[in-house]
């Protein structure tokens, strides 16, 4: 009888663990942060666009989690601005050239 309480604490523990995980609003909040730091380095194309690039990634990865969805949905937007501004700058200097 106690190998089986022992196997239902762990998938006890292991429930807990991964609801936890799922209601943690860490992703969004990491997100957020890359998703400004995008912005900010979006005048330097290549850099924007890749850093842009992630902050749209991690975005989508945190939009699934409800507790986080709002800060996710920002960080898209940041990314996809700085895709773009990156894009404005990239071909503001071809056009320069």
């Known amino acids: 009888m106690s190998s089986e309480n022992t ?3 762990r998938l006890l523990e ?3 663990k991964k ?3 799922s209601e ?3 992703m969004g909040k990491v997100a ?3 998703g400004a730091i995008a912005l900010l380095v979006s005048p330097i194309s290549i850099l924007g666009w890749i850093v842009g690039a992630v ?3 991690l975005g989508v990865a945190a939009v699934r ?3 986080s969805a709002k800060q996710a949905k920002i960080a898209i937007a940041l990314g996809a601005a700085a895709i773009l501004i990156g894009v404005f700058f990239y071909t503001l200097n071809l056009a320069l050239l």
């Open 7 to 9: 196997v239902a604490d």
């Open 14 to 16: 292991d429930a807990r």
């Open 19 to 21: 609801t936890a995980k």
């Open 24 to 26: 943690s609003p860490m």
């Open 32 to 34: 957020l942060i890359v």
């Open 55 to 57: 902050a749209v990634g």
């Open 65 to 67: 989690r409800p507790v």
